[in-house]
Nanobody, 123 residues
């Protein structure tokens, strides 16, 4: 079982940066693929990024690549999402998720979820 807690969200102006963190409990963190998703009001949950258990492979959503960077520190049981050049369209609740089976862009394949962290980008 993995429990996930996100932090680092907040209000930022367009063009600014934020770094989200997701702290995981449990001894098997390093075995999980980790992902970030986001959900804006009235919209479906959207894939943001994912990272393999060893950090060697990363996937990004189409509108995030080049602006967002996912990374992980298995010694600290933490995954990060560095976001730069933020736009008002990036405003959403950002969720951290863990997937035992492997890299995926599909939210339904992630077994464990955090409670979410609000990111608001003002114009």
């Amino acid at each position: 079982q993995v429990q996930l807690v996100e932090s680092g969200g907040g209000l930022v102006q367009a063009g600014g940066s934020l770094r989200l963190s997701c702290a995981a409990s449990g001894r098997t963190f390093s075995s999980y693929t980790m992902g970030w998703f986001r959900q804006a009001p009235g919209k479906e949950r959207e894939f943001v990024a994912s990272i393999a258990w060893n950090g060697a492979i990363t996937y990004y959503g189409d509108t995030m690549e080049g602006r967002f960077t996912i990374s992980r520190d298995n010694a600290r049981n933490t995954v990060y999402l560095q976001m730069k050049s933020l736009k008002p369209g990036d405003t959403a609740v950002y969720y951290c998720a863990a997937n035992w089976q492997g890299l995926s862009r599909m939210s339904r394949e992630y077994e464990h979820w955090g409670q979410g962290s609000q990111v608001t980008v003002s114009s």
